[in-house]
């Protein structure tokens, strides 16, 4: 990316007025910073553009809402079971939810590393 841009030559050191010196630095530095030319190494303060992201939006998701209703039964000596039913739902609504967590974090993680770059 940063082969289309033209360097910027250094500022003048004298004849030039101390604000116009500031104003000028802070674009040259900003446009180093926007183009990848700043010279750092290790690209630590470069500018991320839009088009550098790749990582897709999360439109898909998986849980719809809680199915499981809480419907059970109560047992003498034991107290409140669930119906088999019902934990069976929630067991699906758990596991939707886990599919739904396990896509974002692959998503956010994606997403880190390319800022790290």
Same mark, same amino acid.
């Given at each position: 990316? #940063?082969?289309r841009?033209?360097?910027? @030559?250094a +500022?003048?050191? /004298?004849?030039?007025?101390?604000? %116009?010196?500031?104003? +000028?630095d #802070?674009? &040259?530095?900003? $446009?180093?910073?926007l ?5 750092? $190494?290790?690209? *630590? /303060?470069? *500018?991320?553009l839009k ?8 439109? =898909?998701?998986n849980?719809?809402?809680?199915t499981a &209703?809480? #419907?059970?039964? %109560?047992?003498t000596?034991v107290g409140?079971v @669930? *119906?088999?039913?019902?934990? #069976?739902s929630?067991?699906? =609504?758990v596991? /939707?939810? *886990?599919?739904? $967590?396990?896509?974002l974090?692959a998503? $956010? %993680? /994606?997403?880190? %590393?390319?800022?790290r770059r």
């Amino acid at each position: 990316m #940063a082969g289309r841009f033209t360097g910027i @030559p250094a +500022l003048p050191q /004298s004849g030039i007025d101390e604000w %116009n010196a500031r104003l +000028l630095d #802070a674009l &040259k530095q900003n $446009v180093e910073l926007l183009t990848g030319t700043r010279g750092e $190494v290790d690209g *630590a /303060s470069m *500018a991320l553009l839009k088009s550098s992201i790749t990582t897709s939006q999360v439109t =898909d998701y998986n849980f719809r809402g809680l199915t499981a &209703k809480g #419907a059970g039964f %109560n047992i003498t000596n034991v107290g409140q079971v @669930p *119906a088999y039913t019902d934990y #069976a739902s929630l067991l699906q =609504d758990v596991a /939707s939810l *886990a599919r739904d $967590v396990a896509q974002l974090r692959a998503t $956010v %993680n /994606s997403l880190i %590393n390319q800022l790290r770059r």
